[in-house]
């Protein structure tokens, strides 16, 4: 009997909901809210049970209405539409007349239009290693007028590592960093750690790239299987030294070495190879941090078996997988990977540039107004969770963390905010000089050379945090648009690409849009700074003494049991999931909440069930790519943490018997 009640009250509840929730629209209506509104309701599944199946409810209409147009998640959304803005900036700088000498339009321009029209035989291997040689009076042993000519005695491993470093080469054989000081964050300093290597395919594949690099092939595959022999011995030692690479836990540092003290243990001579990579004398009184010190130590006997050729075609062909890699070294010039090659290699230039023509200063200042104020919100949210102290927390404990709560800040795109960003991207760009001829390879090249210059200018101070925040990364990232947070400087980065629907709109836009899904992702970011892991940091960035063995305390060790109750791949983002969302939530239905609370004219939908079906959008399709690491499906994650939010059963009029509706909900915070 309690069953057929259930059910009678899961088809009234879906049958309401699809009666009342349509947009009475008129021909012309384009307005945000209905189109979020239509973006929320045409995914969803109004036969499954928000009770049961909350996630399929939500979001199970997903895949059949976006992915025929390769649309996989929200952030696939933000990137189409930012793709098509700043196509547009392109294009019309095609026809533009550059008054201004080396603008940052015109180098843009001139990186686009090389990489459109650009022979194809400008992208060969083969051509960027003829503009990059192993060493600066040393050719590849492939480009020797005799292979038995090539000076093998000339050839140092470490020199020639070093020389590929400068055009962003960071992840081979040895990682080298520049990284804010955990410590001090207004510093930076060099780090020497053990590299996240991928093996190599197989030997055919090697083979088939040195033929088109210009080896003989009847000399091809028997070196291919060599480099791969090579390659599988690295891999293997570095795999063996990983338990040995990790952090000190009781001081978040490395081990720190004068280049000469790790010389005498390592053999390495990375005096030169500093020199080389910054340009500059390098003393052996210089101070490094170094992570997997063994595996240093074991690097030059692994190579010493290998003639001095083999190990120069290793890394030749290791620089080759690292640009072919690199959105728009593909043969074709597509205007889509064109746009790309824009877009993440030179950042800083295609924000200003969306920013300058299409966003313009006033519209920007008001987006960056509106994520303050719902950020402010989620701060204020959490800061009344802590002051109820479930936890059990000490006054000191408690008033450290507010402190570093109320620190923390949110930055809009990846320029610093005080700054005039005109001027810093025009100096920061200081120094390219593209060649009008269109040679792909060579362009390429000198971004990349400017951009690692850049990042390694980090050591001396180049970017002044009075100026807000503004930190350069090695890795060429595919630039998701997701935020992501910054210990070093206790602030979220919000990518400029995520000021538009459905997580943002400066005009109409109701609150219940705006705070369920970017406040939500806002939390989300925020609760990443108190996991155990960043909690011993300050509200500056620096590693201190609290709250240093924080998984260890009984009362929050009982939460995660709570929560691994029903076992997950990643705990701490499941406590993150579902902190994250309470955080939201209560920030717009509190009692103290500043936001527009009132039923809209536009959907009949009740406001509480919009602003869940809103947060739910995050995780429709294929949205688990956009974490980093091990994590649950989609749908795991997203009904956990519904289910534990305390408001949802009454939200969705869900019977005590519904699984969504547990009996024992957990709280962390």
Not at 405 to 421: C, D, E, F, Q
Not at 562 to 583: E, F, P, Y
Request: net charge negative; charged share 25%.
């Amino acid at each position: 009997m309690k069953r057929i009640v259930q059910i009678c009250c899961q088809l009234l509840l879906l049958l309401g909901l699809a009666a009342g929730s349509r947009i009475p629209r008129a021909p012309n209506d384009t307005t945000a809210n209905d189109w979020i509104l239509d973006y929320v309701e045409r995914h969803m599944d109004k036969s499954a049970s928000p009770c049961e199946e909350f996630h399929r409810y939500a979001t199970g209409k997903f895949k059949g209405e976006d992915e025929q147009d390769d649309i996989y998640s929200i952030p696939d959304t933000m990137i189409l539409h930012f793709n098509e803005r700043l196509q547009s900036v392109l294009d019309q700088l095609k026809d533009q007349a550059f008054t201004e000498a080396n603008s940052v339009e015109e180098k843009v321009w001139r990186y686009y239009n090389t990489c459109l029209t650009a022979p194809e035989s400008t992208r060969s291997p083969r051509h960027y290693l003829e503009l990059v040689s192993s060493d600066e009076n040393l050719t590849w042993p492939q480009f020797a007028h005799r292979r038995s000519k090539w000076p093998q005695e000339e050839f140092n491993w470490l020199q020639t590592l070093a020389q590929l470093r400068r055009y962003g080469m960071e992840n081979s054989i040895i990682r080298m960093n520049v990284v804010p000081d955990a410590k001090d964050s207004t510093k930076f300093l060099v780090t020497v750690i053990t590299p996240e290597v991928e093996k190599f395919l197989n030997v055919d594949i090697i083979s088939d790239l040195l033929i088109t690099i210009g080896v003989d092939r009847s000399q091809a595959q028997p070196l291919a299987s060599k480099l791969v022999q090579l390659d599988t011995e690295l891999y293997n030692f570095t795999a063996e030294n990983k338990e040995e690479a990790r952090l000190d836990e009781d001081d978040f540092t490395n081990a720190v070495y004068t280049l000469d003290e790790l010389q005498n243990r390592t053999g390495l001579h990375l005096e030169k190879y500093l020199e080389i990579v910054f340009g500059r004398p390098i003393n052996g009184s210089f101070e490094v941090e170094v992570l997997g010190t063994k595996y240093l130590e074991g690097l030059e006997e692994i190579l010493q078996k290998y003639d001095s050729d083999v190990v120069a075609s290793y890394l030749m062909v290791k620089f080759v997988h690292f640009l072919m890699a690199l959105d728009g070294s593909e043969p074709d010039g597509d205007p889509g990977r064109c746009l790309d090659a824009v877009r993440f290699h030179m950042e800083q230039a295609g924000d200003l540039l969306y920013e300058d023509h299409y966003l313009k200063p006033e519209k920007l200042q008001k987006y960056t107004a509106e994520v303050q104020r719902i950020f402010e919100a989620i701060k204020q949210s959490f800061k009344d969770k802590l002051e109820k102290n479930h936890l059990h927390l000490s006054p000191a404990e408690v008033a450290a963390l507010k402190e570093k709560l109320l620190a923390m800040t949110v930055t809009v795109g990846i320029l610093p905010s005080k700054a005039n960003h005109r001027r810093f991207v025009t100096d920061f760009y200081q120094g390219l000089e593209l060649d009008s001829k269109p040679d792909f390879a060579k362009a390429q090249l000198e971004v990349l050379k400017l951009r690692t210059r850049r990042v390694l200018d980090q050591l001396n101070g180049a970017y002044s945090k009075d100026e807000g925040f503004f930190q350069l990364y090695d890795e060429i990232s595919n630039n998701n648009p997701v935020p992501w947070f910054e210990v070093s400087g206790n602030t979220i980065i919000l990518a400029i690409e995520m000021l538009r629907e459905p997580v943002l709109a400066t005009k109409g836009q109701h609150d219940v849009f705006k705070v369920s899904l970017l406040g939500y992702l806002l939390a989300r970011k925020l609760m990443e700074n108190f996991t155990p892991y960043f909690l011993p940091f300050d509200g500056k960035g620096n590693y201190g003494e609290v709250l240093r063995s924080f998984e260890n305390y009984p009362s929050y060790v009982d939460a995660l049991a709570c929560l691994n109750a029903t076992q997950t791949k990643n705990l701490a983002k499941r406590v993150i999931d579902v902190v994250s969302l309470g955080i939201a939530y209560d920030a717009y239905f509190g009692e103290n909440s500043q936001f527009d609370q009132k039923q809209p004219d536009f959907t009949e939908v009740p406001l509480k069930q919009l602003f869940l079906l809103s947060v739910a959008q995050w995780f429709l399709g294929d949205a688990k790519y956009l974490d980093y690491g091990v994590a649950d499906q989609d749908d795991v994650r997203l009904n956990q943490a519904i289910r534990n939010l305390p408001y949802f059963a009454e939200i969705f009029n869900c019977p005590t018997s519904a699984v969504l509706n547990p009996t024992d909900k957990c709280q962390v915070w």
